[in-house]
């Protein structure tokens, strides 16, 4: 079976049969060969369908598990992407906030994304300049089940945040998992939930920073709040942190959401002032090659880490990760 009108029409027979599973591996099978924009979106489609047809997602009682201290270090502990593990990640977030992971993508797999990601901005250009067009295969406006809430205000933002939001380019999507995939973090993120993985429509960003973005402190948690068990990952698909803008991040488990609010900034931003009264030895400007990332929760105050001797334009995907059990459903939910 090779032929995408055969294909498509065997994963309508799977999902009718509330075979969402085997519906994905199929389209994921028949992507490995040729690329097609018609699977992708379909594919992205059935994984968002899917995780409605869960039945009561349950994950573990205790959440995390609490994990010794492996680093005597103020700074971010770093791993090489075949040393991550959950307890590891664990261990990282409970006792510096975030995780540095080298080499989480290939260069190859970097640089398809990139191409991929320049091709979702200038169809999102495209339809800015005009709605009524069709802006190409590699920009498909994601149409959520219509209990749920998206469209105008999630993309106006994430264009004014140099974004273009990731389940837009079903074939980023599909990059980005597959490359996940390679890198086992499915498995990881199976294991550090305690149970299958979800990934967020609003939450998954294919980002290009210019060297005068604006940064801004905040924790995700102001909005995604503290009760869901998430797992940020942030991916850079540029050098940056030297040239081009990386990240700021506190190397510090924060138990609590700091002060929000201040001039001139989001309702959920903290201001200068109020991250001053932290510790500002902890604050890490990793340097980030292509395909490392920084794995980091809800409650890991951070910004993008930018500087005026900054002259480079840096490529980034932000993927947030959920447990089912506590999926924080306005997010807008894709079963990974
Ligand atoms: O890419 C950036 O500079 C910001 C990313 C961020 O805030 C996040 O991933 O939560
Ligand atoms: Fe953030």
Redesign the pocket.
Known sequence: MSDTATVLARAEQLVSAGRYSDAIQLLTENLAGARDAALETRLLQIRHAAFDALREPAGPEQWPRPEPDRWPIEGLPEVHASELDAATVGAALQHHGALLVRGLLDEERAATLRATIDRAFAGAERLREDPKIDPGPDLRPFLPHDRYEFGPIERAFANFGSGVMGVDCPAAMYEMTEALDAAGVRALLTDYFGESPAFSVKKTTL?R?EPD?PPGW?Q?GAFLGMASRAL?I?TALTPCGVDA?G?DVFALNFDHLVRTGGPNIYDWSVSDETASRYDADRIVRPVFEAGDALLFDQMTL????VDSTMTKTRY?V?M?FFAPSTYPIEQIPILY
Request: glycine letters at 6%.
């Open positions: 980002r920073t973005a905040h995700d940020n942030w803008p990240i951070h910004r993008t880490g980034a932000e947030w």
